[in-house]
């Protein structure tokens, strides 16, 4: 039964929506453009498997790239190149994974979905088994391979995954978004501790990869069967984005630079808290497992506050987020000790998490209509990833060889609040736009 199509005449002073209310959303036709934001449901089965596929894909991408930590101090304990040197294949792909969300937003409000979920799969796994394969001494193919490869694959993942989320929720979409975040969580504590035993064990690093690569192969097939494309992505009448609109909207822009310029130090502690703990004299068993604590302190941190963002504002609580992270970065000045390092990752887990969690919530809200949601995110982040393709060779640099930690610890709190800076103003403008402080 449908509600364009029931078997029985529906009484005319009976309530439409009352009868369409538990119905799939796609069982009926979109007439108008105003009727898609109708339409959207917060639940149904297609909704809850397509977050689930989310969290799989976000598990997979994000979640494995949290374990660059680990794939940074194997390099450089190895000798395969300098710390800066290094990062670069981590900021690279961290860089495309989020700069990539500009065509696959636009391909996901075309109608291309599964097309470029799955285009995105067959890359990032088959460029995964590359590592494996690559020699630790030869830097160009572990560039090529994790820092290119994996990167654009992660890309035409991540964005669309998270961005049909929109299509499927509505009064609930921050929450969805969280949840589906809290896969890169849960990826970020199984990948660092399973690569680090793998590493340096018997087993070695090239069937560690690949270990993680047949891991990562399973989860995606499974993502790629639950997502599906919501109505806002399959109706023909979907209004366009106008694109030349978003270059002229102040707010949105003010929130893509805050994002740039936090991209550059929030990342910071993901890249080298465990290098940064082995450094200070922390028992290395405990310091392989900082990266997989500060991820685990994450998940609540990417759940949480999307539960309040609809009643304090998504922009309140990710300013609020951002600018204890700025903190808590400078705090590692007096963190020099076992208790120090798990109280810092529990707290910055936490934290980075709910401020990371937030952001596409916050710029999902600035959208007019949903056919153009996936293209605001797909710009964000890619103006944003310019941030974090060089925040990390930045600190390498400031490191060096002799890790003078307080070059790096300074920048990046600096460039944290920078951020949380320019974010505050474009609050500020959009709350004379919509005249409440709830943003």
């Not at 020699?135 to 993942?157: E, N």
């Not at 290098?275 to 405990?286: E, P, Q, R, W």
């Not at 994450?298 to 009643?311: K, T, Y």
């Not at 949380?420 to 736009?433: D, E």
Request: with cysteine; net charge positive.
């Amino acid at each position: 039964m449908s509600c364009t199509a029931a078997e029985e005449p529906i009484d005319e002073k009976t309530d439409s929506s009352s009868v369409c209310k538990d119905l799939d959303v796609e069982e009926s036709p979109v007439s108008s453009v105003d009727d898609v934001p109708s339409r959207i449901m917060d639940g149904g089965v297609r909704a809850c498997c397509t977050l689930v596929g989310g969290m799989l894909t976000a598990f997979c991408t994000f979640g494995y790239t949290y374990a660059f930590g680990v794939f940074q101090d194997y390099y450089t304990i190895s000798h395969a190149a300098s710390s800066s040197r290094i990062s670069w294949v981590g900021s690279t792909q961290l860089c495309l994974l989020v700069a990539m969300g500009l065509p696959a937003g636009r391909l996901l409000d075309m109608g291309y979905f599964r097309q470029t979920v799955f285009a995105g799969s067959c890359i990032y796994v088959f460029s995964l088994f590359m590592v494996s394969l690559a020699h630790p001494d030869k830097y160009y193919q572990i560039f090529l391979s994790q820092g290119v490869g994996m990167g654009i694959g992660a890309g035409l993942l991540y964005v669309p995954a998270m961005a049909v989320q929109a299509h499927h929720w509505r009064t609930k979409r921050a929450l969805a978004m969280g949840v589906v975040i809290t896969g890169s969580s849960v990826g970020g504590i199984v990948f660092p501790i399973m690569l680090n035993k793998l590493f340096f064990s018997s087993v070695g690093f090239a069937w560690g990869v690949r270990a993680s690569a047949f891991l990562v192969f399973g989860f995606l097939v499974a993502a790629n069967l639950l997502m599906t494309p919501g109505v806002a992505v399959v109706a023909s009448k979907a209004p366009k984005p106008n694109i030349k609109s978003l270059f002229l909207d102040i707010p949105y822009l003010l929130t893509i630079l805050g994002g740039s310029s936090s991209f550059l130090g929030v990342f910071f502690p993901y890249f080298y808290l465990q290098l940064f703990a082995v450094v200070k004299g922390v028992d290395t068993n405990i310091a392989f497992y900082t990266l997989a604590i500060m991820n685990a302190a994450s998940i609540p941190g990417r759940v949480v506050p999307n539960v309040f963002a609809s009643r304090f504002g998504a922009y309140n609580l990710g300013i609020t987020a951002g600018t204890i992270c700025g903190v808590l970065i400078l705090a590692l000045f007096g963190v020099a000790s076992v208790a120090g390092t798990i109280i810092f990752a529990i707290l910055y887990g936490f934290f980075s998490g709910a401020y990371l969690s937030i952001l596409s919530p916050i710029l999902a809200s600035l959208a007019r209509h949903e056919g153009e949601i996936g293209v605001r995110l797909g710009m964000a982040f890619f103006f944003s990833s310019l941030g974090a393709l060089v925040g990390q060779p930045i600190d390498g640099s400031l490191l060096g060889n002799t890790f003078p930690w307080y070059k790096a610890i300074i920048f990046s709190a600096v460039t944290t609040f920078s951020g949380m800076i320019f974010t505050v103003i474009g609050r500020q403008l959009l709350v004379r736009r919509k005249g409440t402080q709830v943003l």
